[in-house]
């Protein structure tokens, strides 16, 4: 458990399915007073969603956290913060049933997350993702799931890691992408080569970045749109895949 640090202890969690289904991490976050990090803790989960990778968080978080002190979790998953605080009254008056009379999805998770937040007080913030200058604590879970995602590793301060790498770029609320603050790398084309039929682009990178498999290309390397940013065109399988909903 984590020590009792404050009156109120502020926190983050996020999943990540590179793929969805695909190779997914968890990751989750604690910070003090001044929101800098004190703990945190990422771990792999095989081949999953995003809504399963963004469930396991929470419950991860919770499990690791005191209920005995009132907590804010920042996440930056509409569906998992509605399973919990929106839908979950309704499912279980129905028999754990969806309105269409179907099973809930990921059942035997928001069972659990239910049996952990019963008696504790908890404020849950939805927060963007990906933002210029968004919220730090979401950012650092988010990407602290994607590498445990690609790397399949279980990760933390527990275990002496290093911060998790920083994005290679940030979207604006406006959808249009900049280098992330601190960030090393952004990808941008230099120019063009059409492939045939209706398949993804490829372009030359004018910067070095990193894949989302975890392996870096260099400027001037051929590179493709991966559902999560820019990388080798072979990794790009899975590229039409969503991120969100329910399963």
């Not at 009156?7 to 929101?35: H, L, T």
């Not at 969806?98 to 849950?124: C, H, M, Y």
């Amino acid at each position: 458990m984590i020590a009792r640090m404050a009156e109120r202890v502020i926190a983050a969690c996020d999943g990540a399915s590179k793929g969805n289904p695909g190779p997914a991490g968890w990751a989750w976050v604690v910070a003090d007073g001044d929101e800098a990090v004190v703990r945190w803790e990422a771990g792999p989960l095989g081949t999953a969603t995003n809504n399963v990778a963004e469930l396991t968080a929470l419950e991860r978080l919770l499990s690791a956290t005191d209920p005995a002190v009132p907590m804010e979790i920042r996440m930056d998953s509409q569906y998992a913060m509605k399973a919990v605080t929106t839908w979950l009254p309704g499912w279980k008056r129905k028999g754990w049933k969806t309105a269409a009379g179907k099973p809930v999805a990921n059942q035997e998770l928001v069972v659990r997350i239910d049996e952990l937040l019963t008696g504790r007080s908890v404020e849950f913030r939805y927060v963007p993702a990906h933002q210029v200058d968004g919220d730090r604590l979401n950012d650092f879970a988010d990407r602290a799931a994607s590498q445990a995602a690609v790397v399949q590793e279980a990760a933390g301060s527990a275990l002496g890691s290093a911060e998790p790498p920083a994005a290679p770029d940030t979207v604006r609320s406006g959808g249009t992408r900049r280098r992330a603050a601190g960030s090393a790398t952004k990808t941008a084309p230099s120019s063009r080569r059409s492939t045939s039929g209706n398949s993804t682009r490829t372009l030359n990178a004018k910067f070095p970045g990193r894949c989302r498999c975890g392996r870096s290309y260099a400027a001037g390397e051929t590179i493709a749109k991966n559902p999560d940013g820019w990388g080798h065109p072979e990794c790009r399988v899975g590229a039409g895949a969503g991120v969100g909903g329910e399963d």
